[in-house]
């Protein structure tokens, strides 16, 4: 199956700096990412779906100003978190897909913030 | 809106038992159903999925099959292995907004094989 990277794995900030999280598709064009948070023990939330090229749509209740995604190629599409927070310690994980189609999931990165 | 409850983990269990996750929905049009399974250190990658009522995804010798008269999408397998370790996460996408390409997910049960 297709391959999505992400980077880093693994990133410690302190509170107030802004972290940036790379997602990238290795053998396809994505023309749709999609950005999701997993907290311990729960469901993965969808934050926002990115499209190559335009907006990012942000489903409710996430702050599009802090969670700032780019999506300038297809190949690759960017999550920064702005003035992060303890509370946006998480396990961030974006994919690749589309309507009907099966969608492929990088292996996710932990952010904590001190 | 769409939910998929999943049961909860951590499963543990022999080789070679036989294993259930069970998985139920709500949806308000007519969902795809999807279990994706997540190996130590590696990203979620589809297991098996089903798009209607009444048919069976199959992988790996696992199963699912989609009911929709109690609105279920159990997983099984007849004999688990130890490579079978993983978190498994059942998830719906519903077609009844064109254009939707969101998945619900459930919260994931972890299973645990042991030799």
């Known amino acids: 199956g297709a391959v999505v990277s992400q980077h880093p794995s693994r990133v410690i900030c302190k509170s107030g700096t802004s972290v940036k999280i790379e997602c990238r598709s290795l053998?396809?064009?994505?023309?749709?990412m999609f950005w999701y948070r997993q907290f311990p023990k729960q469901s993965l939330m969808l934050m926002a779906t990115?499209?190559?090229?335009?907006?990012?749509?942000?489903e409710q209740g996430v702050e599009k100003d802090k969670f700032l995604i780019n999506h300038a190629s297809l190949t690759l599409s960017t999550l920064t978190v702005t003035s992060a927070h303890p509370e946006d310690s998480s396990f961030y994980i974006c994919s690749s897909g589309g309507l009907g189609e099966e969608q492929y999931f990088g292996p996710g990165t932990r952010l904590t913030v001190t | 809106g769409d939910s998929v409850t999943q049961m909860e983990g951590p499963v543990t269990l022999s080789e070679e038992a036989f294993l259930t996750i069970n998985c139920t929905y709500t949806?308000?049009?007519?969902?795809?159903l999807f279990w994706y399974v997540q190996y130590p250190g590696e990203g979620l990658q589809l297991l098996l999925k089903a798009t209607k009522a009444d048919d069976k995804g199959s992988n790996k010798g696992f199963e699912a099959t989609y009911r929709k008269e109690t609105t279920s999408f159990h997983l099984e397998k007849g004999s688990v292995q130890v490579s079978d370790s993983a978190v498994y996460f059942c998830?719906?996408?519903?077609?009844?907004?064109?254009?939707?390409?969101?998945?619900?997910f459930g919260t994931g049960t972890r299973l645990t094989i042991i030799p």
């Open positions: 053998d396809f064009q994505a023309t749709t």
């Open positions: 949806a308000t049009g007519y969902p795809s």
């Open positions: 998830a719906l996408s519903d077609f009844a907004n064109f254009g939707n390409e969101k998945l619900t």
């Open positions: 990115s499209n190559e090229g335009s907006k990012a749509t942000y």
